[in-house]
């Protein structure tokens, strides 16, 4: 091995903590992401086929009409 493969690898192992912690912190953080871009697209599809598919009650009204039905039949009857 040359002199600069060595010192390298010296290097390397000399900080293999900190490169470990480090690649285990940013795989961590890697996956806190994927979680809520996960969670985040779940909850947008939700809420998407909720306002698609739900149907609001609507008023309803009685009108008594007997007034109308009458005057409609006194019409017909002349």
Do not use: H
């Not at 998407?48 to 008594?64: G, H, M």
């Not at 007997?66 to 006194?74: G, L």
Request: glycine residues 6%.
């Amino acid at each position: 091995m040359s002199q600069a493969k060595v010192n390298r690898y010296k290097e390397q192992k000399a900080n293999r903590k900190k490169i470990m912690a480090k690649e285990k912190r940013e795989k961590f953080l890697w996956k806190i992401g994927g979680c809520a871009a996960a969670l985040v697209l779940v909850g947008w599809i939700g809420f998407s086929a909720y306002n698609k598919f739900y149907v609001p009650p609507r008023a309803t009204y009685e009108v008594d009409t007997t007034a109308i039905d009458e005057y409609m039949n006194t019409l017909t009857e002349e």
